[in-house]
């Protein structure tokens, strides 16, 4: 049998270059002994839920950095700071505007406040059917369409670095007297150099969360949650943080964000200036790579700016699925990416990537750029790829989802139902894939057949669907009548 200590130890040990989060990327603060200073809340080291003197200070370096006004430590990563931003923002039984490519932890914050939900779609991104950004007209529209809307929730950037007009954004839901909350988990490294986008911080958002360890050397699980504004009730906003977060917080992840801001602003400028410089030379080189291609997507109308530090590869006719990419990448090279989508594999990439990094992803992008005429000459049609638009279906809403996905009596039982046999059904459960975690279906949501088909090509692909009962996602749980 063996420990997962002594599995992650041999893999922390091996060759694996990681171009996935953490983005620490196995390199950073030297914690010789982490059992050394994993401690309790004893006297001189204060309490997070209770901060009077050394977290309170090291929460305050962490807002001059940002420019915040506020910001609060938070050890249960942005999922805790997206859930208590919604439900300090949003009271029991209200209405939220939220994009519907948000992450599942928003939806959580939904079923629990019992939220009624109206949704913005996002355009779709080019032959890859990445998500796009929103634009602030539809985010005003919607407003004044729905006069109770109390809260506004978006996310920006994207898994894939697209990043919405966050600026224009708040001022509409600002003339409507209404906050905006901005899922910045993969943005913690936006501000900081002017080839990466400026923070949701500084362009009038009430409430941030950044997830430090996705794109900044930090333990996993580290999240910050920045506040501005009156709008926002801050007072709710700790209440729920406490809350939704461990009453015994990590001292070791706290220690780890700390040092993380004391870097920021001790050494930024010289990291982010080396962390450009490489990017660009990366980019540069994969210039004349023929079938493969690192994607360079253009601002454009939905698209008011681009997290560069995102690498998207793919190939040029989008008829090679994502996942083999990724796997070739993973076991002939040693490369192991963040996620593999429909028609693309997505490295993330951060301040603490190295020079060898980048060569060994280049020499092995040229290396598989060779042999693609000989690896896929059989017909590409027949590969499995997604022949469609990769995206959202976009569902019928028929129940709210804390109905839906409630356990108890509310006129309607589950049955479970083979996922081909399941059309037009009530869903009763989650469908997603994670990475990224945006639900194909929620529960609540008229079962399409768009969506089965979508499960069933994902599945075809080899990409795990979670979110549901049935692990195989062969099957799903819908809702009938009592």
């Known amino acids: ?15 694996a270059y990681p171009f996935h989060m953490p983005g620490h990327k196995r390199r950073g603060m030297d914690f010789e002994n982490p ?9 001189g080291f204060d309490n997070l839920h209770h901060a009077q003197g050394i977290l309170k200070e090291a929460e305050e370096r962490a807002a001059h950095l940002y ?53 913005i779609y996002p355009q779709k991104v080019g032959q890859l059917g990445i998500n796009g950004g929103l634009l602030p007209e539809k985010v005003e529209e919607m407003l004044i369409k729905y006069p109770d809307i109390r809260a506004v929730f978006i996310t920006s950037p994207t898994y894939d670095g697209i990043v919405s007009d966050v600026g224009g ?59 501005n504004g009156k709008l926002a009730d801050r007072a709710a906003l700790r209440d729920y943080l406490g809350i939704y977060q461990t009453s015994s917080p990590s001292y070791v992840l706290m220690a780890s964000m700390d040092s993380c801001v004391g870097l920021l602003r001790e050494r930024g400028e010289e990291l982010f200036e080396s962390y450009v410089k490489r990017l660009k030379e990366f980019r540069e080189r994969a210039q004349a790579l023929h079938r493969i291609r690192v994607a360079d997507i253009e601002r454009r109308a939905d698209i008011y700016d681009v997290d560069m530090s995102k690498i998207i590869i793919s ?34 990439t951060s301040v603490m990537d190295t020079r060898e990094g980048y060569d060994r992803l280049v020499r092995a992008l040229y290396s598989i750029d060779e042999e693609v005429p000989h690896i896929w000459e059989t017909d590409l049609q027949e590969s499995g790829c997604c022949q469609k638009e990769d995206g959202l279906p976009e569902n019928i809403a028929v129940l709210p989802i804390w ?47 768009e969506f089965i088909e979508k499960v069933l090509q994902y599945k075809k692909l080899g990409h795990s669907i979670q979110g549901c009962s049935d692990y195989e996602a062969e099957s799903i749980e819908v809702l009938e009548r009592c």
């Open 315 to 348: 190939d040029i006719k989008g008829k090679i699925p994502g996942n083999e990419l990724y796997e070739r990448l993973r076991c002939e090279y040693g490369l192991w990416l963040e996620m593999a989508a429909g028609r693309y594999a997505l490295a993330m």
């Open 169 to 227: 954004i708040a001022e509409a839901a600002h003339r409507h007297h209404v906050p905006l909350i901005v899922d910045e988990a993969h943005g913690a490294h936006f501000g900081f150099h002017e080839y990466f986008p400026e923070s949701s911080v500084k362009q009038g958002a009430d409430i941030v969360i950044h997830s430090l360890h996705k794109t900044l050397p930090c333990l996993t699980q580290t999240a910050l949650v920045h506040v």
């Open 1 to 15: 049998m063996q420990l997962l200590y002594d599995k992650l130890k041999s893999f922390g040990q091996s060759d």
């Open 67 to 119: 420019g915040s006004e506020e910001t609060y430590f938070c050890v249960n990563g942005s999922t805790a700071g997206i859930l208590s931003a919604i439900s300090a923002c949003a009271l029991c039984g209200s209405r939220i505007l939220m994009t519907r490519n948000c992450h599942k932890a928003a939806y959580h914050a939904v079923f629990l406040r019992q939220l009624k939900v109206t949704y």
């Open 35 to 43: 059992y050394q200073i994993d401690i309790t809340e004893i006297e």
């Open 403 to 449: 109905k839906a996905a409630g356990r108890g009596d509310d006129g309607y039982r589950r049955k479970r139902l083979m996922l081909q046999e399941s059309e037009g059904e009530i869903s009763a459960e989650y469908m997603y894939l994670y990475p990224p975690g945006i639900p194909l279906i929620v529960p609540g949501e008229k079962i399409s057949g």
